[in-house]
């Protein structure tokens, strides 16, 4: 098992009496389900919580946790996976769902976006991810095709630091694994000429096909130039020059070649720090037979680069704020 992963089955017992302290029917009342998912992390076992803070503190050059071995109901007591989103406001809280939301108050601020693609993203907390047979090409809920390498939310200027990604039901031949490429392995690969292009170079991302108008600014390599931050789209930053196609594409093959698939099954949760991977879905088959993999997922800030202002409560929305 890789440094990357921690065996959370020595904890399983523990971490389900926790879900159960847990508001039984989230929905009912977001605030406070998020409220007790924030007192209930400080009794997350400690040891685990040391992980997650160790992590949190100083990053890993594979720029994931993976925690294996959550509790999670027997697959027929759980609900067929959702064919549409949100879900019954009724519904009882999934073991799954309740990880995500105790490792993420452990990790900062639970945080619900406005993604600035007008309405066709709900703006909430707690996101699905199931295949959809007419998913648009760069959304989570394709399956036949592969989902390209990318950052979530890059033209946000309070871009989340992780995406957490917890695993109610893997896909049925175990083809879907989410792809991480890591820009701590990465970055060796490049030239110091791709690098230094790369590095504060302002490229406009268009966010919105149908308001061409609607562009936010973003750098592929930021931050320490010894150790940078990445933030890559390859269909979304509009490339100028003829450099900047080169050096994009040499930044796309070095992420593809340190490449990692990470299969999720369930009682599985991936914490992606978005700052330092970026990251894809391979494709897979879908049956639509109730039985399809189904994720949730939510965004975290934490207080470095501006993510966080202070005073903000977990589960508040924040406004679309263009990245300058
Ligand atoms: O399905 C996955 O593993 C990742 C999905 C994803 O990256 C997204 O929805 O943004
Ligand atoms: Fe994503």
Redesign the pocket.
Known sequence: MSASTIDCSPFREELAELASALPGVPRADLDVFFQESVRLAERLPSELRDRVDEFNDNGNVDGYLLLRGLPVEPDEDLPATPTASPPPQDRPLLSMEAMLCLIGSQLGLLTAYDQGYGNRRSITVLHELYPTPEAHHLS?GTSTIQ?EF?T?LSHHAHQPNY?LLSCSRGDHEGKAATLVGSIRKALPLLSPEVRSHLFDRVFTRQFDAADPGATANVKPLYGDPDDPFVSFNRSFLTAETEEDVAALDALSAALTAVTEPVLLTRGDLLVIDNFRIA??RAPFSARWDGRDRWLHRAYVRTKRNGQFEGGERPGAIIPFIPRR
Do not use: K, Q, T
Request: proline share 0%; hydrophobic share 30%; net charge negative.
């Open positions: 989570g989902l990318h979530d995406i990251h894809g």
